[in-house]
């Protein structure tokens, strides 16, 4: 709020609205409130209030000799106290930079005109807590945006969507702990996008994994957060060129192998954001006591996990094979040598170079086994990489039918298993005490060291027209050792002893001799 004295100029007021000294009331003296000059003050107030207001939403126009330097296209006023963005940008300014001040909103007017120029905004260091949807509309061919060093806690849907020509991204040093999934939806071009020193506790992999999103993302810098878990798998299996440029040291990550195999490969790889913060590669031991330690020490101490290794390449014999050179750029002029370091020609039918730079090799032989060299060149970096093939002297699809058959083993034998136990307690018998119902002597055809069993009761039937009818079905079982005449069913029959069988319809028992069924249950073989 803005005192006014009546003695006060117009030009005074502006000036304080432009960013300059805030004006302060000198002590006038003591009137009462209808004194002579407080009409005048009154109307001098309400005179004024709409460009105070104007002043807060906008801000005063450009001055190039006090509050900015203007050079060629370039507009700067930092450090000039600034609440708000100044009014009246020339159309061709091409860089503007409003850091170091203390501007706490980016409305939608900030700049009401196209500035179709500008490739560079820079805002870091102010007191930034809102942008507006529409912050963007008229800078749509902005490269390099800078909103580090603020107090922006949250981004909200589609907020920089008209970016389509931005390529980095500065937002570290806020207080954002919410992002929408959405919030970088259209950033086409952006190459490099940096939200480290902030609160967020969930590491977004839709923006490294789904390339539809941000298809030419190389950098994500999201260290010094409240990360505490990642998804370790999905990292690994993205290429080494993204890999290189993903930054997540200084988190409160739980301790793991996963983790410490992870970072040991990325070392081993010489990947840029594992060795150039090797140190600060920390996680948080588990338990009571939250205790940072380095992850690379988890072999040694604490989980004592083992030694990370560059695994080789195995393949077998007659299958096709792809090595990938997973360089640390993208899009790198690569060329492969052969074991014995022969380079690569048309002379070579097993190797072929593709398009994306991995070499392909196939049908395999045992001597394809090796190491493979291929040579990444850019105009920035050259890197060597080795790849060492192991092929086994086997085909995969033997093994496979190897497999098959002793599965197939196996399942005979437990269907035969299965098999013997339902004919020796689940087949039906008869019992040779129940009522009603009796066996046939043995033909005189039969072998004397044969028995007839019973599969199914008559229904009812008793008598010889039961057995007649086909009520009553036999079956024939042989025994083992047809010489010897003593044993029957699986049991010693002496000479000359009868067995007993069970009573007839009139009560009368009937004695068999020693080719007759015995009541016992016959041992089958």
């Known amino acids: 709020m803005f005192l006014i004295r009546s003695s006060e100029s117009p030009a005074v007021f502006h000036h304080a609205m432009m960013g300059g000294s805030t004006c302060t009331s000198q002590q006038a003296p003591s009137r009462g409130p209808r004194g002579p000059s407080f009409?005048?003050?009154?109307?001098?107030?309400?005179?004024?209030?709409?460009?105070?207001?104007?002043?807060?939403?906008?801000?005063?126009?450009?001055?190039?000799?006090?509050?900015?330097?203007?050079?060629?296209?370039?507009?700067?006023?930092?450090?000039?106290?600034?609440?708000?963005?100044?009014?009246?940008?020339?159309?061709?300014?091409?860089?503007?930079?409003?850091?170091?001040?203390?501007?706490?909103?980016?409305?939608?007017?900030?700049?009401?005109?196209?500035?179709?120029?500008?490739?560079?905004?820079?805002?870091?260091?102010?007191?930034?807590?809102?942008?507006?949807?529409?912050?963007?509309?008229?800078?749509?061919?902005?490269?390099?945006?800078?909103?580090?060093?603020?107090?922006?806690?949250?981004?909200?849907?589609?907020?920089?969507?008209?970016?389509?020509?931005?390529?980095?991204?500065?937002?570290?040093?806020?207080?954002?702990?919410?992002?929408?999934?959405?919030?970088?939806?259209?950033?086409?071009?952006?190459?490099?996008?940096?939200?480290?020193?902030?609160?967020?506790?969930?590491?977004p992999l839709e923006l490294v994994k789904e390339r539809s999103r941000l298809e030419s993302l190389g950098l994500l810098d999201v260290s010094s957060n409240r990360i505490k878990a990642m998804p370790l798998d999905e990292l690994e299996a993205l290429p080494a060129w993204l890999k290189n440029g993903l930054y997540f040291h200084n988190n409160s990550l739980t301790c793991s192998c996963d983790l410490y195999n992870l970072v040991a490969r990325w070392q081993l790889k010489e990947l840029s954001s594992a060795v150039d913060y090797k140190s600060n590669h920390t996680c948080v031991k588990s338990g009571q006591r939250k205790e940072k330690m380095a992850i690379m020490d988890l072999d040694k101490t604490h989980l004592n996990c083992s030694e990370v290794k560059i695994q080789d390449r195995v393949a077998y014999l007659e299958r096709y094979l792809v090595l990938d050179c997973d360089s640390k750029l993208k899009d790198m002029e690569k060329k492969w040598t052969l074991p014995g370091n022969i380079p690569l020609s048309h002379e070579n039918k097993t190797p072929t170079l593709r398009e994306d730079g991995s070499l392909q090799i196939g049908p395999l032989r045992t001597e394809d086994s090796g190491v493979y060299t291929c040579y990444a060149s850019s105009d920035s970096l050259n890197e060597t990489i080795y790849v060492t093939v192991v092929v086994f002297n086997s085909t995969q699809s033997g093994g496979l039918e190897n497999l098959k058959t002793a599965y197939t083993t196996l399942a005979g034998c437990l269907v035969s298993v299965v098999m013997v136990f339902i004919y020796l307690y689940m087949t039906p018998c008869r019992c040779a005490c129940c009522p009603g119902e009796s066996l046939e002597k043995q033909a005189s055809g039969d072998s004397l060291h044969s028995s007839t069993v019973s599969l199914s009761p008559a229904q009812d039937q008793t008598g010889p027209e039961g057995v007649e009818s086909g009520g009553i079905l036999y079956r024939h079982v042989a025994f083992l050792d047809p010489k010897d005449p003593l044993e029957q069913n699986g049991r010693l029959n002496p000479i000359g002893e009868e067995d007993e069988e069970c009573l007839g319809e009139r009560g009368e028992r009937r004695r068999s001799d020693a080719g007759s069924v015995s009541s016992d249950t016959p041992m089958v073989v």
């Open 39 to 203: 009409i005048p003050a009154l109307i001098g107030t309400l005179l004024f209030l709409p460009v105070a207001i104007r002043g807060q939403l906008v801000g005063g126009p450009l001055d190039c000799h006090k509050t900015c330097v203007c050079a060629s296209n370039i507009v700067s006023c930092s450090k000039m106290n600034l609440t708000n963005v100044p009014s009246a940008l020339p159309q061709y300014t091409a860089v503007l930079d409003l850091s170091f001040n203390s501007i706490n909103k980016l409305r939608a007017e900030w700049t009401p005109v196209s500035l179709s120029r500008l490739h560079s905004l820079l805002l870091s260091n102010n007191r930034l807590t809102f942008l507006s949807s529409e912050a963007f509309v008229y800078v749509t061919n902005l490269r390099y945006l800078d909103l580090s060093s603020n107090e922006l806690r949250m981004l909200d849907e589609f907020i920089f969507e008209p970016l389509e020509c931005l390529e980095v991204l500065m937002l570290f040093n806020n207080r954002i702990a919410q992002i929408d999934r959405s919030a970088f939806a259209g950033l086409n071009s952006l190459k490099r996008l940096y939200l480290s020193r902030n609160q967020i506790s969930r590491f």
